[in-house]
Structure formats: structure tokens, C-alpha cells
């Protein structure tokens, strides 16, 4: 297995900044978020989602790949935001993952709004459809991630929407940490059913408590410490014969994003995955 960073979790941090804190930690890839952030966040405190200081722009693949060089890494991948049927935006986004030497683009399934799940599955396959034929061009693989709120809230789900193509050209992100949100299915049977179609890991975790109102509500973990028994998916991982890429994408602030990602590599190596 090999442990990466999903920027996303270091939003203090310039992306060189982000770059040396991934290799000092002792993680030896980078998952870049790539996305023109809006005017209107840039004097927020920076956050994971808003004014994220760790992120490239749409057009900045060959910086993607000199920054990952300078700090010794490899790309991973790249995690644009792109609308489902937008498929010159999945073009641009693999033009750039190409120019970074990444093999993986993130996608997402649709949001669930409201609609049947039938046109929401149609619209979703006839996108992955796409966005196949273009990552065969380019070289890379489109991998959708398994996601809270989108159609395709579990493995089984991810599974349906890609059955058939080519897990070279299009695969599925398992997000351990979602899963416990919503989607979660047993996870020998999971990673058995996606078979080749695993192409990639979110690794972080999630709890439930009661909230004011006293109705339930997740949020956030630290790796060690929510629902999730990280170790033992680590484990389960390995029995399944992966080997591919596995990033930390820990959304918890317990600590600072900084001290998070070196507590988390601290752990891989007390399990003695790094």
C-alpha cells in the first residue's frame, strides 16, 4: 500500500507549503484539489472548503507535477469539481492530470433532488459513459467517489453505475470515512463486489452524536476515534489484495490540519504501514 495527502485537509497551507508537509510527514504522494475558488471566499479564514490556500488552478498541471518533484513525491491525482454532463470540463481536468503525470480524476454521481432514481442513474451512466471515452484518450482513469447525498452513496451503487466499462478508463474511490455517514455495506463484500473497479481510497473517519436538538448528527473524527476501526480496514484492504493508493483526507480539527496529517502518519507507522 502507499499513503498519500488529499490536500483538501491542509487548506493553512500553501500548496509548496503542502507539498514539503506530505513528504516530511513521511507520505510519499499528493492528491492535488484543483479549483478556481471564488472572489468572493478569498478574505475568509481559510477552511476545507472555502478559501482552501492548498489549492491548484484548472490550468496549473505542470506546476501539480514540479511541486510533487521539489518535494519528492508522485501525483496521485487531481480532485476538480466538475457538474455531472460537464464533459469538457472532465476533458480540461484530464488534459491537466496528464501535464501533472497523475492517473486518477475525480468525479462525482449526481445529487440526489428530488427526481426518480432511474433519471438520476441514466443521467449518471450516460456521463461515466463520456467521461470513459475521454480518459481512454488521455490516458487516465475517471474515478468516482463513493459519496454521501449523490446516488451512489455505497460500493454496491458505485459498482452498478461503472459495470461494464473499463476499470483502466473509469474506477470507484471507496471513502471509508462516507461510508459510515451513509452507504455502508460490509466491507469484505464491498471491496469483493468492486472487484477491479477499486481504483483509489479516501481514508479518514466519521462519528454520531446527539445533537441540541437531541436528533442525531455525524461529523468529523479524528482517524483513531470515530466509528470507523481504521486498523482493521487497513487490514481488510491488504486481504483483499490492494495496492494501490490510499489518501488521508482527515476532516477532524481536534488539531491543526498540520499536526493532524503527522498524527495520522505517526499511527500508519504504529501499524506498521509506513
Same mark, same amino acid.
Given at each position: 500500500m502507499r499513503f498519500s495527502a488529499y490536500t483538501l485537509g491542509l487548506p493553512t497551507l500553501t500548496p509548496d507549503e503542502g507539498a514539503r508537509e506530505i513528504a516530511d510527514a513521511g507520505l510519499t504522494g499528493v492528491e492535488w484539489r484543483v479549483v478556481d475558488e471564488p472572489e468572493q471566499f478569498a478574505g475568509e479564514t481559510p477552511s476545507f472548503t472555502r478559501n482552501n490556500l492548498c489549492t491548484l488552478g484548472p490550468l496549473d498541471g505542470a506546476r501539480a507535477r514540479r511541486l510533487a *518533484?521539489?518535494?519528492?513525491?508522485?501525483?496521485?491525482?487531481?480532485?476538480?469539481?466538475? +457538474?455531472?454532463?460537464?464533459?469538457?470540463a472532465f476533458?480540461?481536468?484530464?488534459? /491537466?492530470? +496528464?501535464?501533472?503525470?497523475?492517473? /486518477?480524476?475525480?468525479? &462525482?454521481?449526481p445529487e440526489r433532488d428530488g427526481r426518480p432514481f432511474r433519471e438520476l442513474f441514466a443521467e449518471g451512466r450516460d456521463f461515466v459513459e463520456e467521461?470513459?471515452?475521454?480518459?481512454?484518450?488521455?490516458?487516465? @482513469?475517471?474515478?468516482? %467517489?463513493?459519496?454521501?447525498? @449523490?446516488?451512489?452513496?455505497?460500493?454496491?451503487?458505485?459498482e452498478r453505475l461503472v459495470r461494464g466499462l473499463d476499470p483502466r478508463r473509469v474506477g470507484v474511490i471507496y471513502d471509508? $470515512?462516507?461510508?459510515?455517514? %451513509?452507504?455502508?455495506?460490509? @466491507?469484505r463484500m464491498a471491496l469483493d463486489l468492486? $472487484?477491479?473497479? /477499486? &481504483?483509489h481510497v479516501h481514508l479518514k473517519n466519521t462519528g454520531w452524536r446527539r445533537g441540541a436538538d437531541g436528533a442525531w448528527e455525524w461529523f468529523w473524527a479524528p482517524l483513531d476515534e470515530g466509528i470507523? *476501526?481504521?486498523?482493521?480496514? #487497513? *487490514?481488510? #484492504?491488504?486481504?483483499? $489484495?490492494y495496492d494501490g493508493w490510499i489518501s488521508l483526507e482527515d476532516l477532524s480539527t481536534t488539531?491543526?490540519?498540520?499536526a493532524t496529517m503527522r498524527y495520522n502518519a505517526a499511527l500508519l507507522r504504529e501499524w506498521g504501514r509506513l
Open positions: *518533484d521539489d518535494a519528492g513525491l508522485e501525483v496521485v491525482g487531481i480532485a476538480p469539481y466538475i +457538474r455531472v454532463g460537464d464533459a469538457a476533458e480540461r481536468a484530464a488534459s /491537466l492530470a +496528464r501535464a501533472a503525470s497523475a492517473v /486518477l480524476v475525480r468525479i &462525482r454521481a467521461v470513459a471515452d475521454i480518459a481512454g484518450r488521455y490516458g487516465v @482513469t475517471a474515478v468516482l %467517489e463513493i459519496h454521501q447525498g @449523490t446516488m451512489c452513496p455505497s460500493a454496491s451503487l458505485g471509508a $470515512g462516507n461510508l459510515v455517514i %451513509e452507504g455502508y455495506e460490509d @466491507t468492486l $472487484g477491479e473497479h /477499486l &481504483r470507523l *476501526d481504521a486498523r482493521e480496514f #487497513l *487490514d481488510l #484492504l491488504e486481504r483483499a $489484495g488539531r491543526g490540519p498540520v
